[in-house]
């Protein structure tokens, strides 16, 4: 029995990651920090699941950590 979850399936980054990224990356130049507000409710939503998911069993691809890791997100 494999117990493998999801093996067969590569997860590539979409569109709206990358938009996401660009508008965290703006975020960060106009501000100098990472801390979205949650007025700004679209950014901040996306951004709470990201940390959810980085702490979750499901876990972050590396493609997605080092997306991230350029921008500055750590």
Do not use: C, M
């Amino acid at each position: 029995f494999d117990f493998t979850i999801n093996s067969h399936k590569k997860k590539t980054i979409k569109t709206p990651f990358i938009k996401s990224v660009q508008q965290l990356k703006e975020f960060y130049e106009q501000n100098g920090h990472f801390n979205i507000p949650p007025e700004n409710s679209r950014l901040y939503g996306w951004l709470r699941e990201l940390k959810r998911k980085f702490y979750s069993t499901e876990g972050l691809s590396q493609e997605v950590i080092e997306k991230l890791a350029a921008i500055g997100f750590n």
